[in-house]
Each structure stands twice: as structure tokens, then as C-alpha cells.
């Protein structure tokens, strides 16, 4: 623990270290705040800056990989420091804040690229700066007037939610749109306190969504990321991502197999709102991009029919728009003998109920928890 401690800083707040019931691992609050061994862990694969954003350093500071968009690193400091951090290379190792003249390089670049319409402004946790200090930062984005939407990536409601007072609500009321993008990954950090702070939020009519990472021994698991993200909506907060652990040195041993996360989406999917349903992404290596990853809902497809299944694992024939046969669809070939899928994707419909007869209600019953 005191190497992992010496490797990547620590910080947790009180108000933080009280969720905490267990002093192991076995809770996820501990797991997520207080330094683990196993972050001296080395394996090849990992790097300090996995997403390459060092590389797509416009300016200092300010990172341009999407032709619309820029992160401002507004900071290095954060309320808490989470053992699963991405930005472990950066995060906490000095305590800074962007510099008035590094601040107007920025700008000066924001004014230079007008096809940048959106600026993230992130860090570092950007909520650890005093209201002024904030206030300077958002200010000078805002003054570029082809920026059209300021996101703000934060932690403190979630470890600090006492951050959240109505001086810096007042504050971001004035230079709206200004989103908020949380980092809720536990459903035991939606605290009263934790709510109110989104609460207050939403009523300066801040649209809020949150980011999740998943997390082994924390929160891969479906039931309880479902009431995460139920939770999370009831508060006015829409879950956005949910993130596989990136490759970064210091937390090989939160990371998941992709195919945990897809099972959870295969959970969500029918069981959830569509609206607290976040969207399971890979932040590729080396600057890729986010890559959504879906279950895959397509069986089949022919010119003329694509077959899908849902939720529930019933297959349904959805008809493509009507065009003559071609003499190589299937449908060309004309309905034959066959059954299953080929029939399906010939246009022979056969209704879902049909599929789900090849399991007793009480069968599917119990897979889906629906009738
Ligand atoms: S608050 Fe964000 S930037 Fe800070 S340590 Fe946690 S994940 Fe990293």
C-alpha cells in the first residue's frame, strides 16, 4: 500500500472516508480511495497516458482530437484522488492550475478554430477551484464566440458534495449552457448530501449526466449498476457513459473482460428506462476515439428482411423498404421448407411469440423476470 501511495498521490475527504463500512476491499468506497498494492502491477500493455492525449496537445493544456471539440485541463487537483483515475500520470503529482498566460494560449487557439463549438473543461477535478479562480476560466471559453456549449467533468459532488454551494451555482447559472458530466460509480456515493448537490445543480438549470467506470469488485455487476443509474435519474442526472477501465499503469486490477460489460448491457436493456440507459464505450489506446460497444441485436440480414432479436432473446423479421427482387435475394428464391432464421430473412413471418414458444413461460420467466 505505501508503495502504490508513493507511486500515485492520495487524498480522500472526510465526508468521503466516512462512506466507508469496511476497511478492505470488499467495499467499494475503500477499493476506490484508500492505495492498493496491486497498483505497483506492471503488465506490457499499460501506459501513463494510454489515450495519447499528451500527443494531441494543441497548446498546453488544451487537447485537440475531435474535430469540434476541446478538453481544457484546467487543473491537476482533485478533491479525492481515485485509484481507477485515468489521468493517473497527471492527477494529483503537482498541484496546479492553468496559468493566466497558458489560459490565454488556449483561447487564443479557441479563436483561431472556430469549428470547435464544444470545450470540456476538466482536469484535475475543475471544482476544487475557488469560484473566482472558476469563474476566470469560464469566463475567457465563453468569450469565444464560436463556442457554443462549456461541459464541466467533476468528482466533488460525489466526494465533496458540499462544494456545491450557491455561490458557484449562482456562478454557472451566468454562462449557460454549461453542462456538468458526474462520476458516480456506486450507488452507496448517492448520499442525501451527494443528491442534494445534484439537486442543486438541476434546479440552476445545469443539465447533468454522469460517467461511470467499470470497475472489478466495485460495481461489474447489472443489479446494482441498474439502481445506479435508476437512482441517478430520479436526481435529474442521465447516465452517459459507461466506461471500460482504460489501459493505464496503476489499475490493471479493476479492469473487466469487455464481454462482463456487454453481459450488463444485455441486463439493462428492457429492464431500464431507455433514458438511464448509459451508452458502454472503449476509449481506445493510442487516441482512437470512444468506441461504442453493443450486444449484438442483428441475427441476420438479406435485401429484403434484417433479422433482430430482442431483449428478451425473441427473434422478430423487420421487412426493408419494398424493392423488386433482384434474383439473388432470398426472397427471390421464394418460401420454402425452411424455418428459423432463413425464413425470417426471406420474409416468411413468423411472430416472435412463435421463437419464445421454444421456451416454457416458466423458463423465460425466470431468464427475464417478465412474463
Ligand atoms: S476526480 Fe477525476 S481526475 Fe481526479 S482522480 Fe478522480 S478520476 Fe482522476
Not at 23 to 51: H, K, N, Q, Y
Request: proline fraction near 9%.
Amino acid at each position: 500500500m505505501a508503495e502504490a501511495a508513493g507511486r500515485f498521490p492520495m487524498a480522500v475527504t472526510p465526508y468521503y472516508a466516512s462512506l466507508i463500512r469496511c476497511l478492505d476491499t470488499s467495499d467499494p468506497v475503500f477499493s476506490m480511495c484508500i492505495p492498493d498494492g496491486r497498483e505497483t502491477a506492471d503488465p506490457p500493455f499499460l501506459e501513463d497516458d494510454p489515450l495519447g492525449e499528451e500527443a494531441d496537445m494543441a497548446v498546453p493544456g488544451l487537447v485537440h482530437r475531435y474535430r469540434d471539440r476541446a478538453l481544457l485541463l484546467a487543473t491537476t487537483t482533485c478533491a479525492a484522488y481515485c485509484r481507477h483515475c485515468t489521468r493517473k500520470r497527471a492527477a494529483g503529482q503537482t498541484e496546479t492550475r492553468i496559468a493566466p498566460a497558458r489560459l490565454a494560449q488556449a483561447v487564443d487557439y479557441l479563436s483561431v478554430h472556430p469549428e470547435i463549438h464544444d470545450v470540456i473543461i476538466s482536469g484535475g477535478d475543475p471544482f476544487t477551484l475557488g469560484t473566482h479562480a472558476l469563474e476566470r476560466i469560464i469566463r475567457a471559453v465563453r468569450n469565444v464566440p464560436s463556442v457554443d456549449i462549456i461541459r464541466i467533468g467533476t468528482r466533488t459532488p460525489v466526494v465533496l458534495p458540499m462544494r456545491i454551494d450557491d455561490g458557484l451555482v449562482r456562478m454557472l447559472r451566468r454562462y449557460r449552457p454549461v453542462y456538468v458530466n458526474l462520476h458516480f460509480n456506486h450507488p452507496a456515493e448517492l448520499t442525501p448530501a451527494a443528491e442534494a448537490a445534484c439537486e442543486r445543480l438541476a434546479d440552476a438549470g445545469v443539465p447533468l449526466g454522469n460517467q461511470t467506470v467499470l470497475l472489478r469488485g466495485v460495481n461489474d455487476n447489472a443489479p446494482l449498476l441498474a439502481e445506479l443509474f435508476r437512482r441517478l435519474l430520479r436526481v435529474r442526472v442521465r447516465p452517459y457513459y459507461l466506461f471500460q477501465c482504460d489501459l493505464v499503469r496503476g489499475v490493471e486490477h479493476f479492469r473487466t473482460p469487455l464481454a462482463r460489460g456487454i453481459e450488463i448491457m444485455e441486463y439493462l436493456r428492457g429492464r431500464l428506462s431507455g433514458l438511464a440507459i448509459p451508452t458502454f464505450v472503449v476509449d481506445a489506446p493510442h487516441g482512437g476515439g470512444k468506441i461504442p460497444i453493443l450486444p449484438n441485436y442483428i441475427v441476420s440480414t438479406s435485401p429484403t428482411h434484417t433479422v433482430l432479436r430482442n431483449f428478451a432473446g425473441d427473434l422478430v423479421s423487420y421487412p426493408e423498404p419494398y424493392r423488386e427482387p433482384d434474383g439473388l435475394s432470398p426472397a427471390a428464391a421464394g418460401p420454402r421448407a425452411a424455418d428459423g432464421v432463413w425464413a425470417l430473412a426471406c420474409g416468411v413471418r413468423v411472430p416472435a411469440e412463435t421463437c419464445a414458444l421454444a421456451h416454457p413461460a416458466s423458463f423465460r420467466r425466470a431468464r427475464t423476470g417478465y412474463t
